[in-house]
């Protein structure tokens, strides 16, 4: 999704360094922030929870997208 924004933005604005710079900052400062709480989290909590966790989270988001997105699917072969 982040590329995808890069290349709309590159195209509606045609001036690749600034949207370069500033998707490169956001990808480093979300990884920094990512491996920042990452790191204090699993000082309190085990890493096999946080990955039982994280995939039930995963989980529940595909389940929800595909409650969206099943009825356009169905209705789409019906027709």
């Not at 966790?53 to 389940?63: E, Q, R, S, Y």
């Amino acid at each position: 999704k982040t590329q995808l924004a890069v290349f709309t933005l590159v195209s509606n604005y045609k001036n690749p360094i600034p949207i370069f710079l500033g998707a490169s900052a956001a990808l480093i400062l979300v990884t920094l922030i990512g491996t920042v709480f990452g790191h204090l989290v699993t000082k309190y909590i085990p890493a096999n929870y946080l990955q039982f966790g994280v995939g039930l989270l995963f989980l529940g988001i595909g389940i929800f997208v595909l409650k969206d997105a099943l009825p356009d699917i169905l209705s789409s072969f019906i027709k």
